[in-house]
């Protein structure tokens, strides 16, 4: 019985340690995008106009080298790439530092609450798409327009997210630091500041998730450069796998850029309880380590 049964153990345990691996972080990542790449691969088979993976990863290679695509227009990637990331760096830098000092003032005075609530509940009502049109007709072809467009799109999600921290601070911390005659300055930033930081990142990933829209968008309205405008190229000349490849690169550097980024900069600002800190998602709070929250729930 013994020697029977050892080979049932170690085929279980094979499976188990299979399964364990299936169910961590990198083995549901890998799993999903290996189920990505066949459900396109299928798509592709099956519709005539969408081009497979191989194709566009051909296209990619192509327009990153410079390499020609069968004519005379040849891979522009770097360039386009480069305006765009500029682009939306200053207009996310902008909009963070708007977003911020509205949030505060939204969160510390009913007086700013009151004059901005609605003004707030419409720009966060308002698509990106919208802000693309109106800064295009305003400003038309240039470096405006998409600047703006992530400025006006993502300033309210900031701004919004950094007030709700602010009025979740305990009422008795501000009562102690009146007590105590504390400054304004060093109440916002050894009180304020420190306490919103789980909020400040929620609103600076949606931030940036909704101005890098905003910007893929003016540029694909308005704009004879940059990602959006290369997608739109292609788009015009039915050549699909160059805006499929485009969709990707535009993916693609979201994914990077939270990987690399923020979320190494979110693990630091929160080492100070690091079992939490990998359990902080966007627009997810982190219900079992919040001393706000009361034991209870």
Known sequence: MTAASAPTKTRTSGGSRIMRWLRSDWGARITFYLAVLVGWQLLSMAVDRFPGPWETMD?????????????????????????TIFRFSVGLSVAFVVGVTLGVLLGLSSFFRSLLNDLMLVFLALPAVIWAFL???????GWEAPVYTVILSATPFIAVNVAQGVRAISPDLHLMSDAFGVPRRDRIRHLILPAVTGYLFTGLRFGFIVGWNAVLLAEWFGAAEGVGWRSRFWYDAARYRGFLGWV???????????????????RRAFRWRAPAADNVEVGLPDIEHDDRIPAAI
Request: no cysteine.
């Open 59 to 83: 296209f990619l290679i192509r327009e990153m080298f410079g390499l020609s695509h069968g004519g005379v227009v040849t891979g522009q990637f770097w360039k386009h790439l480069i305006v």
């Open 135 to 141: 800064t295009v007709m305003w400003f038309g072809l």
């Open 248 to 266: 990707l690169v535009f993916i693609g550097f979201i994914v990077l850029v939270d990987t690399l980024v923020l979320r190494p900069l979110q």
